[in-house]
T-cell receptor
Framework: QLQLQESGPGLVKPSETLSLTCTVSRGSIYSSTYYWGWIRQPPGKGLEWIGSVYYTGSTYYNPSLKSRVTISVDPSKKQFSLRLTSVTAADTAVYYCARLDSVWYFDYWGQGILFTVSS | QSALTQPASVSGTPGQSITISCTGATSDIGSYKLVSWYQQDPGKAPKLIIYEVNKRPSGVSDRFSGSRSGNTASLTISGLQAVDEADYYC??????????FGGGTRLTVL
């Protein structure tokens, strides 16, 4: 069964950059059928799609975050990554990585990682 | 790109059927049969329960069903059980390779 695991620092200061990595195991990141995505959930709030990446490196972003987000993929390491610049307290959330099917649903999710913005 | 609209909460008694609505726009739900639903228990990652409006992944109970009419999608849970108590989120393709989620609905089994 495919597994995804988020990793990265749990705390960053305001105005700094969030960097998270998702490692895929028990499956391949090379696929014409799937994309790989990031979703976040502020404490006590709903889900928000951040963006997705194809194994070729093609990226798709939420328009509301596009100016601050970069998602990249390293198929050789079976990893994809998220960078979010100029973070504020509003970026405090649990960040999930997930596999996105070509008909636009997330079928496998990581356990999530809490990322806190605080001075 | 605006979030899809879901009721904040719904409730029902065991054995009852409940429906959660998810209202979008012609630019998302109204244009694409690409609506998915997720169930989330507290402190856990979301779990896919419906995709492409009304398809169930392997292993998901047939008590869960989905539908779409116009700009609104719906999730129906029949034969409500205590184990169904959770948060539920809808999600739709919104064109230009983007996705939008609903605000979430908390289901309480009384």
């Amino acid at each position: 069964q495919l597994q995804l695991q988020e990793s990265g620092p749990g705390l960053v200061k305001p105005s700094e950059t969030l960097s998270l990595t998702c490692t895929v195991s028990r499956g391949s990141i090379y696929s014409s059928t799937y994309y790989w995505g990031w979703i976040r959930q502020p404490p006590g709030k709903g889900l928000e799609w951040i963006g997705s990446v194809y194994y070729t490196g093609s990226t798709y972003y939420n328009p509301s975050l596009k100016s601050r987000v970069t998602i990249s993929v390293d198929p050789s390491k079976k990893q994809f990554s998220l960078r979010l610049t100029s973070v504020t307290a509003a970026d405090t959330a649990v960040y999930y990585c997930a596999r996105l099917d070509s008909v636009w649903y997330f079928d496998y999710w990581g356990q999530g990682i809490l990322f806190t913005v605080s001075s | 790109q605006s979030a899809l609209t879901q009721p904040a909460s719904v409730s029902g008694t065991p054995g009852q059927s409940i429906t959660i609505s998810c209202t979008g726009a012609t630019s998302d739900i109204g244009s694409y049969k690409l609506v998915s639903w997720y169930q989330q228990d507290p402190g856990k990652a979301p779990k896919l329960i419906i995709y492409e409006v009304n398809k169930r992944p392997s292993g998901v109970s047939d008590r869960f069903s989905g539908s779409r009419s116009g700009n609104t999608a719906s999730l129906t849970i029949s034969g409500l059980q205590a184990v169904d108590e959770a948060d539920y989120y809808c999600c739709s393709y919104a064109g230009d390779s983007t996705l939008v989620f609903g605000g979430g609905t908390r289901l309480t089994v009384l």
